[in-house]
C-alpha cells in the first residue's frame, strides 16, 4: 500500500481520473506574488499508484515560488506564458540556473531546493509535471523559520550566521 487504498474497479467513474480547471488563473494577490494549483491522488483519486501529478502555477510580476524541494518526486517544467528564471542547487551547491521563454522546459531533480521567479513585466503562468501520484512539498523557509515550536534563535543564528535578532525576526515573519 502507498499511503492510498485502492478503489474497487467496479466502482470507478471517469470522474477518479478527471480534473478541471487548470485553464483559470488564480490570485497572485499575496505575499509571495503566486498560487499554485496541484492535481494529485487527494483531488484525482484515478492517479493512485499511477506516479504522476501535475500543477498550474500562475505568478504575478515579480512573483516567485519561493525555494522548495520534493521528497518523493522530480518535477518538469513548462513556461506556458512569460518568462521565468528556475533554478535548483545541487547537492555540491552547485546553482543550476536558466530563464524560460514560453514553450521552454525545465527539471528540477528528486529532493534538491528548486525555485521559479516571474522575470518579465507581465503575469506568467508555468505547468509542472512531477513523478509521484502525493510528491510532497517542504518550503524551505517556512520550515525552518516557521517550526512549531520554533527552533532555538541561537541556533539558527550559528548555522546561518546572522545574529539573533534577525533570526526573531524571520522567525514572526512566518
Not at 499575496?30 to 500562475?58: E, H, K, M, Y
Not at 521559479?116 to 517542504?138: C, E, I, K, R
Request: aromatic letters at 10%; charged letters at 15%; one cysteine or more.
Amino acid at each position: 500500500v502507498n499511503g492510498k487504498f485502492c478503489k474497487d474497479p467496479a466502482l470507478a467513474t471517469a470522474d477518479d481520473f478527471y480534473f478541471s480547471g487548470l485553464n483559470v488563473r488564480k490570485s497572485t494577490n499575496n505575499q509571495i506574488g503566486s498560487n499554485v494549483t496541484f492535481g494529485n491522488v487527494d483531488n484525482v483519486p484515478g492517479l493512485n499508484t499511477l506516479g504522476l501529478s501535475f500543477a498550474r502555477a500562475d505568478f504575478a510580476v515579480n512573483g516567485l515560488v519561493p525555494p522548495h524541494y520534493h521528497t518523493r518526486a522530480s518535477e518538469v517544467l513548462l513556461a506556458a506564458e512569460g518568462t521565468l528564471v528556475v533554478g535548483f542547487v545541487a547537492s555540491d551547491q552547485r546553482l543550476f540556473i536558466k530563464t524560460l521563454n514560453a514553450g521552454d522546459v525545465f527539471v528540477f531533480p528528486e529532493g534538491l531546493i528548486h525555485f521559479a521567479a516571474n522575470a518579465g513585466h507581465v503575469p506568467a503562468v508555468a505547468f509542472a509535471a512531477l513523478g509521484s501520484q502525493n510528491p510532497g512539498t517542504t518550503f524551505v523557509a517556512e520550515t525552518v523559520f516557521g517550526s512549531n515550536p520554533p527552533i532555538t534563535p541561537a541556533l539558527l543564528a550559528k548555522a546561518f550566521q546572522l545574529n539573533i535578532t534577525t533570526i526573531m525576526e524571520l522567525q514572526a515573519k512566518f
